[in-house]
């Protein structure tokens, strides 16, 4: 079965500097791979998406991430954070075709300090 | 465009009552529907799938169930609700193929 291993419950960073978020997965076939993100008391928003495509996914709000096969790996990343990125970020992988079921890490939640 | 909603947002039940809550959605047909639970300090854990009128298929054992009366309504019911019952609820919609999820702004759910 697919799994989802997010590294860090916590990260803080300084409004200006790199974000970096960590996700490795674990599917025995080519999986779809997602990033979703999740303000307080609310529903989850697709930062980006990887579908065996483009191995460097640009998504939304200067996010992206790299899929590394080799690494079992798809990092996010954002070069300059800002006071508005502070939120859950929760990596998912999927490879049911038919039903888009979601397997989601446990999440990160990004603190950004001025 | 599509949209999702979710009632209510917020809900607080003594242990031993019902539950429904209800999520439908607009302008799509023959949505996949989803109920997805996210316990305090965990990730979100996949409830409840249905794939058409009537199809429920449960992802873990729980007290909890589903039903889906029409293509775009999806209800998440119990009969007596527990402490561990507590969490915010998600609901979201995907359409086949498409590769991505939709989701609505839950429910948070508080049982005392």
């Known amino acids: 079965a697919q799994s989802v291993t997010q590294l860090g419950s916590h990260v803080s960073v300084s409004e200006g500097a790199l974000v970096l978020l960590r996700c490795n997965y674990s599917s025995s076939v080519p999986p779809y791979l997602f990033w979703y993100v999740q303000y307080p008391n609310q529903g989850l928003q697709l930062l980006l998406k990887y579908t065996s495509a483009a191995t460097l996914v640009k998504g939304i709000n200067g996010f992206e991430a790299e899929f590394k096969k080799s690494e079992t790996s798809f990092h996010l990343t954002k070069p300059s954070a800002h006071m508005s990125d502070a939120a859950e970020y929760f990596c998912?992988?999927?490879?049911?075709?038919?039903?888009?079921?979601?397997?989601f890490g446990t999440g990160t939640r990004l603190q950004v300090f001025p | 465009s599509q949209t999702i909603h979710q009632w209510p947002a917020t809900l607080v039940q003594p242990v031993g009552s019902p539950l429904s809550l209800e999520c439908t959605v607009e302008?799509?047909?023959?949505?996949?529907l989803y109920w997805y639970r996210q316990a305090a300090g965990r990730g979100l854990q996949l409830l409840f799938y249905?794939?058409?009128?009537?199809?429920i298929s449960s992802e873990v054992p729980q007290n909890l169930s589903a039903s889906r009366p029409q293509d775009r309504q999806f209800i998440l019911s119990s009969k007596k609700l527990l402490l561990s019952d507590s969490g915010f609820y998600l609901c979201?919609?995907?359409?086949?193929?498409?590769?991505?999820?939709?989701f609505g702004q839950g429910t948070r759910l508080t049982v005392v």
């Open positions: 249905s794939v058409g009128i009537g199809q």
């Open positions: 998912a992988v999927s490879d049911d075709r038919y039903t888009d079921k979601l397997i």
């Open positions: 979201a919609w995907s359409v086949l193929m498409n590769t991505e999820a939709f």
């Open positions: 302008g799509t047909s023959n949505p996949n």
